[in-house]
């Protein structure tokens, strides 16, 4: 019983790492959707988020069918627990990466408000983001999660100097403050990606330790 049990669990480990691997991918799509115009490329991040979405569904199935066959105690309910509450951090991630190819394909519509320097760096951070938390879940790593928890601190800060200059861009010419505001969105949209993803590093250690944050 014990092996099956441990085969199950590795199961819906690897699914949700694959799912969160799903994401990964559609960063550098959208990216070639906003900064490169590539906006044929808006279908193929549509249909890897629809791809979350059913691995979403398949994961939490089985973690339900393994809590009701198994009941699991101590660290293997606390990996179907961590399992279960970052679903739908991850669905949202995708959720958010859609936001950004979409509006990077409207925003392909018009000459550029400005090199999306900031917006780039957020993208590359996030897809280095996503590594790391997998190595750390994968290894059950809670120094490599708390890693990646630091890293969304720079996300941040690239999104608070992302809208210190989009407002500058609005004080200065009003023709610009709808350009202006859609960039905001997308900034934060790729914000809310990394409160995900933070979210999810910061299970890793209950789950590894038994032991919460004080």
């Not at 917006?119 to 997998?134: D, K, P, T, V, Y």
């Not at 690239?158 to 900034?187: C, F, H, W």
């Amino acid at each position: 019983m014990r092996e099956v049990l441990e085969n199950d669990l590795r199961s819906v480990l690897n699914g949700a790492l694959n799912m969160l691997g799903t994401v990964e991918q559609m960063l550098p799509v959208a990216a070639d959707v906003l900064l490169h115009e590539q906006t044929e490329r808006l279908a193929e991040v549509r249909a890897l988020d629809l791809e979350v979405d059913a691995q979403e569904a398949r994961i939490e199935a089985e973690c339900l069918r393994i809590i009701a066959r198994y009941q699991p105690v101590a660290r293997d309910l606390r990996l179907v627990a961590l399992i279960l509450k970052s679903l739908s951090d991850i669905e949202r991630m995708g959720d958010y990466v859609v936001h950004v190819a979409e509006d990077g394909a409207e925003l392909a519509q018009a000459p550029a408000l400005k090199k999306y320097v900031n917006l780039a760096r957020m993208l590359a951070r996030l897809g280095e983001m996503s590594q790391n938390l997998r190595t750390a879940i994968a290894d059950r790593d809670v120094t490599r999660a708390e890693t990646t928890i630091g890293m969304d601190d720079e996300v941040d800060d690239l999104y608070e100097q992302i809208q210190r200059e989009l407002v500058t861009y609005m004080l200065e010419d009003p023709r610009n403050i709808s350009k202006a505001l859609m960039l905001m969105r997308v900034g934060r949209s790729l914000e809310r990606v990394g409160d995900h993803m933070e979210n999810v590093a910061e299970r890793v250690r209950y789950w590894v330790t038994g032991v919460r944050e004080a």
